[in-house]
């Protein structure tokens, strides 16, 4: 168990929608980070928040958004949905130590599918 | 970004030690090497991080020669529930900021038999 939760478990949308994907991060944790996940690859970083800021992004359109609240807990949008947009969505938060040596808490993540 | 190259997959039998080797040539001199599992459906867990020379925690040790352009994990006596995905990731901070992201390669899956 890291501490960190996700909601929902699975979610099934069509093409166009838009979906909302929660995450709740270790209390003291002041960093989230969302990946993207497609089936036999690895996690793809998608954006990074430290206090509630955007503090990076990865390689994805800005139909991926995010927030971040005081409360530890954090969204991922992703609007006009695509089919290739199915996968599995992880958050991970950390303590946000400088030094590299920021150890990453995963959640279970979510399964997305779109149809 | 150090890109890494890591086996696609291994087998082992339950009780073995099983090694996987990571190639990371561009390592940064600013960067660290750190290991995560991943078993289907779930996120990545953090395994163990080094920098230089040798690593050892209560589930694995880590190897890291002087020129620091590998790194092996050492995973002692597997049983079948070692069964999983492991990414060998490098990376450190960013410049110009003081936190650090995770680039995933496509990691080695470990199949432990009886």
């Known amino acids: 168990e890291t501490g960190v939760t996700q909601s929902p478990t699975h979610l099934i949308k069509t093409r166009g929608q838009q979906v909302t994907l929660r995450c709740s991060s270790q209390s003291g944790h002041n960093t989230v980070s969302w990946y993207q996940q497609a089936l036999g690859q690895g996690p793809q970083f998608i954006f990074q928040y430290y206090r509630e800021e955007e503090n990076g992004r990865g390689n994805f359109p800005p139909r991926f958004s995010g927030l971040q609240f005081p409360n530890y807990s954090s969204e991922l949008n992703v609007n006009a949905l695509e089919l290739d947009d199915s996968a599995l969505y992880l958050c991970?938060?950390?303590?946000?130590?400088?030094?590299?040596?920021?150890?990453?808490?995963f959640g279970p993540g979510t399964r997305l599918t779109v149809l | 970004l150090a890109k890494t190259t890591q086996p696609i997959s291994m087998d082992s039998y339950e009780g073995q030690e099983v090694n996987i080797t990571c190639s990371h040539n561009?390592?940064?001199?600013?960067?660290?090497i750190t290991w995560y599992q991943q078993f289907p459906s779930q996120g990545p867990r953090f395994i163990i991080q080094?920098?230089?020379t040798k690593v050892t925690n209560e589930v694995a040790s880590l190897f890291i020669p002087a020129d620091r352009k590998s790194s092996t994990l050492s995973l002692p006596r597997v049983s079948l529930s070692d069964t999983a995905v492991y990414y060998c990731l490098v990376g450190g901070l960013d410049r110009g900021s003081t936190l650090g992201r995770l680039y995933f390669g496509r990691g080695t899956q470990l199949t432990v038999w009886p």
């Open positions: 080094g920098y230089k």
């Open positions: 991970a938060s950390s303590l946000g130590q400088p030094g590299g040596t920021d150890t990453q808490y």
């Open positions: 561009n390592i940064a001199t600013n960067d660290y």
